[in-house]
């Protein structure tokens, strides 16, 4: 099967193209590194010619909602308008558990591109998944205040990114499925806990605060509603084990 991968270069886009390597299948890249701009286009065609299906798992680095639905709707519309000029017969988008909850920040793009996904003609799977366990590291030293690291009041059930690429390659093996069983790691954290830990590790030693957001999407931070429900999918390795192994 050939796989095109948008975001094959990111944190869960490499494990992706690992693992459908490993199991066999050939894959492309859309990435800027390989020469494909999935904002503007330039490049998806070709990258997704010949494909079997397509894999979305690019993401952007903004807690502006706008921002973060003008660049999902760019990449998912124009994936989704390559894929029907190709005959591309599946399209693999992975979201985020519990955005309903909190549909705004960069939330808000996830809630169009899924919305983008299930009124398109290519047929779909999509998965949500919860924070991975590199969340943490991604956050850590992103607000501070002197020598304080403020991260948000936050409840988290961290997965392991080859965990979630693992189960991004079986669906696309499995055709189109639509809304799948949701995805979370196998243990609730607090993450302030994960960002304190994460800084031990590295050596730093200024003190991590926790904060709580406003409005609905603090709210959701706090009260559960990003966690994994009845019904979910959960991974084995733990945020400690991802830790330890982390080479610093």
Known sequence: MRIAVAGGTGTVGRHVVEVARERGHETVVLSRSEGVDLVSGEGVAAGVRGADAVVDVAS?????????EEFFASVTRGLLEAEQRASVGHHVALSIVGIDAAPEAYYAGKVLQERLVAEGVIPWTILRATQFHEFAQQIHGGVTVGPVTLVPRM?????????????????????????????????EKRMVDMVRAYARRIGSRGPVVQVPLPGAFGRAMRDGSLLTGAGADH?????????????V
């Open 60 to 68: 952007v680095q903004t807690r502006d909602s706008a921002a973060s």
């Open 155 to 187: 409840r988290s059930q961290p997965v392991a990114a080859r965990e979630v690429a693992e189960r991004l390659v079986e669906l696309v093996e499995a055709g189109p499925s639509g809304r799948v069983a949701d995805l979370g790691g196998p243990q």
């Open 235 to 247: 991974g084995r390795r733990t945020f400690d084990e991802w830790l330890a192994a982390l080479g």
